[in-house]
Antibody, heavy 126, light 108 residues
Framework: QVQLVESGGGVVQPGRSLRLSCAAS????????MHWVRQAPGKGLEWVAV????????YYADSVKGRFTISRDNSKNTLYLQMNSLRAEDTAVYYC???????????????????WGQGTMVTVSS | SSELTQDPAVSVALGQTVRITCQGD??????ASWYQQKPGQAPVLVIY???NRPSGIPDRFSGSSSGNTASLTITGAQAEDEADYYC???????????FGGGTKLTVL
C-alpha cells in the first residue's frame, strides 16, 4: 500500500546536527514533489520545506532557511532532511508528506498533502 | 506569522452543522485544502481543490470558497469529528506552502 515511513529522530543537543529519512513505498516516488512538515508539542502544523519531483527546485520556510537541507534519492525512494545548527525551537514531530499537483477541469491549479508519514520526534535539548 | 487565519476554537452540537473558516490573500489565487488531526495521529486530508473528498472521507464534509475565505462545512457533525482542523494553501509567491493556525472543533 501507499506508505511513508520517517526515521532518524531523537534527542540532540543545541547546535548539533541530525538527518531525517522518509522511505516511500507503493507509488512512483520520482513523480511527486515531497515536503517536510513539523509540529511542535501542543502547537499547530508548520510547513518546513519542499523538493520537486526531480530534485531541481527546493524551497524552505524562513525559520529553517540556511540551516536545513532537503534532498531525495529517487533510486532509493527516499526523502531526507539534513538539520544543522539545531535550536530548542526546532523540537517537534517531523512529518514527510506527498503533495500531488494537477489542473482541474476548470483549469485551476490543485495540490494537497494526500499521504503523510507517522512522524518522527526530534527533541533539541541540553 | 501564518498567512492563513483560522478561529482557534469552534463548537457544535451533535448532529448540527458547523462551518470552519480560513482567511488569506493567497486564497484568491489558490485553493485551500483541509486536514483533520486527532491527538497523537498524523493529519488526514479531508477536502482539496474546489470541493473534493478523498476516498473514505464521509460526505458530511464539504468545502467552499469566496474571495479570500475558504470554508470547511460539516453537515450533521458526529462525535468522531471532534479534532483539530487545519487549512493549507500556497503563499502569495506560489512557491511556499502555508498552514492556518488550526481550529479545535468540540462536538457537544
Amino acid at each position: 500500500q501507499v506508505q511513508l515511513v520517517e526515521s532518524g529522530g531523537g534527542v540532540v543537543q543545541p547546535g548539533r546536527s541530525l538527518r531525517l529519512s522518509c522511505a516511500a513505498s507503493g507509488f512512483t516516488f520520482s513523480s511527486y514533489g515531497m515536503h517536510w512538515v513539523r509540529q511542535a508539542p501542543g502547537k499547530g502544523l508548520e510547513w518546513v520545506a519542499v523538493i520537486w519531483y526531480d530534485g531541481s527546485n527546493k524551497y524552505y520556510a524562513d525559520s529553517v532557511k540556511g540551516r536545513f537541507t532537503i534532498s531525495r534519492d529517487n533510486s532509493k525512494n527516499t526523502l531526507y532532511l539534513q538539520m544543522n545548527s539545531l535550536r530548542a525551537e526546532d523540537t517537534a514531530v517531523y512529518y514527510c508528506a506527498r503533495r500531488p499537483t494537477y489542473y482541474d477541469s476548470s483549469g485551476y491549479f490543485v495540490d494537497a498533502f494526500d499521504i503523510w508519514g507517522q512522524g518522527t520526534m526530534v527533541t533539541v535539548s541540553s | 506569522s501564518s498567512e492563513l487565519t483560522q478561529d482557534p476554537a469552534v463548537s457544535v452540537a451533535l448532529g448540527q452543522t458547523v462551518r470552519i473558516t480560513c482567511q488569506g490573500d493567497s486564497l484568491r489565487s489558490y485553493y485551500a485544502s483541509w486536514y483533520q488531526q486527532k491527538p497523537g495521529q498524523a493529519p488526514v486530508l479531508v477536502i482539496y481543490g474546489k470541493n473534493n473528498r478523498p476516498s473514505g472521507i464521509p460526505d458530511r464534509f464539504s468545502g467552499s470558497s469566496s474571495g479570500n475565505t475558504a470554508s470547511l462545512t460539516i453537515t450533521g457533525a458526529q462525535a468522531e469529528d471532534e479534532a483539530d482542523y487545519y487549512c493549507n494553501s500556497r503563499d502569495s509567491s506560489g512557491n511556499l506552502v502555508v498552514f492556518g493556525g488550526g481550529t479545535k472543533l468540540t462536538v457537544l
